[in-house]
């Protein structure tokens, strides 16, 4: 990781549940009254409370950005698991200059890490803002050879309605990752990708509400107040090969946004309809900076 942040995103959001919603408890239950797969829950200073784990949407959006960069580049994303090959985690594992790490990983580790990188983006723990309700449904799993139940009775408790909120920050990033979180949340809006449990039963479909986001850079001769800078516009020479970055990584003709300044970054906010028009720059800017790779 560089010595200094350059820059920052941070996307404030609300998820909703659009259909029945269940991130699993990993743990089972020894009330026999409570359903057999329950919504997870943690403990907040207002009590127990069901929740969105931060881990459970990083493992949503990082399978969607692999599948994203195999379509634009077959070896585009490497296989996450600590028994593949391929994983960056373990062809760099004797690596030991973090920017060769950040190097020669995969666009997905970049963003998301693995075991040799931190990543760039981060994920909180999404928490209910006013009342939830929840629901139990009951399943059974059909075995498909035998066309028999399988598993079940079971009952599930579902997540029908709430509003959770939560951020995301991206730090030092280039402008392709801002892309492909935009797409990524693009595509869960769509209906595309869905989060937790029973995807084939119509569960976890969500919507995501960016409702404002800011953005941070490092102060810069000539930086103008529309357009956003990669890491690579900040960092010097040696550091940009050694990283493998941009000089000339920004997004221009940008709305404006709400600028203040401080002594040694700008910080700049964009309301909702604002950071729409940020977020369609920067998957614009994707199939040119995916294919030129
Ligand atoms: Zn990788």
Known sequence: MHKRRWNALKLELVIEPRAP????????????SLP??????????????????GSSLKGTFRSFTEKVLRTAKADGACE????SPEYCGRR?????NPATIYKRSCRACRMYGNTRLRGRLSFTDAFPEGAVKTETRYGVAISRLTN????????????????????????????????LLALTLQAINDGLVKL?????????????????????LAKKPGLPQNAIWGAGAFVDDGERKDYGLQEGDRLEDLPEGMQIDFA????????????????????????HILEAA
């Open 264 to 287: 040694l970054f700008v910080r700049r906010t964009y309301d909702r309809e604002a950071w729409r028009k940020v977020a369609e720059k920067a998957m614009e800017s994707l199939p």
């Open 148 to 179: 028999a139940v399988a598993v079940g009775p079971f009952d599930m408790e579902v997540l029908v309605q709430g509003r959770f909120r939560t951020a995301l920050v991206l730090e030092n990033f280039e402008v392709w990752q801002m892309g």
């Open 36 to 53: 057999d797969m329950q919504f997870v829950r943690t403990m907040t200073p207002q009590g127990e409370t069901v929740f969105i784990p």
């Open 196 to 216: 937790g449990f029973g995807k084939n039963r119509g569960f976890g479909e969500v919507s995501i509400t960016v409702e404002q986001a800011v953005v941070e």
């Open 92 to 96: 760099l594992g004797r690596e030991e």
């Open 21 to 32: 919603l269940l991130i699993k408890s990993g743990l089972a239950s020894p009330n026999p």
């Open 80 to 83: 996450p698991f600590p028994s």
